[in-house]
């Protein structure tokens, strides 16, 4: 008898809460014509305003300055109104374009100290000794097992071990 009880007011409770539910949703889907509008007024061409130009005059010392050697330059000395000076083209490096390398190790006689690199060049095989040039300009500059230097056109590249 008690749990029909309890079974008939939760029931009750479950059915409440659905009705509120239901109130809700049906509130927000419904169309109310009665909600105020918002009107925009026609700006006038008093009302804006225009904006003020400044420029600011950088006329005291550098605090990070202070207790260095660098002469600083007053900025008194220097006319507001003339343009900044143009700064001094900077030397650009011309670009190297490296060929195709790949090193696939080292190559050694027993009876010679002296290790040959066995690499890959746009995919011809070539063996060299260290300091030995070939294929327009390139040098190995050292040999190791993992890696290898290589310079080409004043520039040093290390190339690791290819698979």
């Known amino acids: 008898?008690?749990?029909?009880?309890?079974?008939?007011?939760?029931?009750?409770?479950?059915?409440?809460?659905?009705?509120?539910?239901?109130?809700?949703?049906?509130?927000?889907?419904?169309?109310?014509?009665?909600?105020?509008?918002?009107?925009?007024?026609?700006?006038?061409?008093?009302?804006?305003?225009?904006?003020?130009?400044?420029?600011?005059?950088?006329?005291?010392q550098d605090p990070f300055l202070k207790n260095s050697r660098i002469v600083q330059k007053s900025a008194s000395n220097l006319d507001p109104n003339a343009p900044p000076p143009e700064p001094k083209p900077k030397k650009e490096k011309p670009v190297v374009f490296w060929p195709a390398i790949k090193y696939y190790g080292i190559v050694q006689k027993t009876s010679s100290k002296k290790p040959r690199a066995l690499i890959s060049i746009d995919g011809t095989m070539y063996k060299i000794y260290v300091n030995e040039e070939i294929f327009d300009g390139i040098v190995i500059k050292s040999i190791k097992r993992e890696s290898m230097v290589v310079s080409f056109q004043k520039e040093t590249k290390t190339i690791s071990l290819n698979p």
């Open 1 to 60: 008898m008690k749990n029909k009880r309890f079974t008939y007011v939760l029931l009750v409770v479950v059915g409440f809460i659905y009705f509120k539910l239901f109130v809700r949703i049906s509130s927000n889907i419904s169309e109310e014509t009665n909600l105020p509008v918002a009107q925009m007024d026609q700006m006038k061409l008093d009302d804006i305003r225009v904006k003020k130009s400044f420029r600011l005059k950088a006329n005291y």
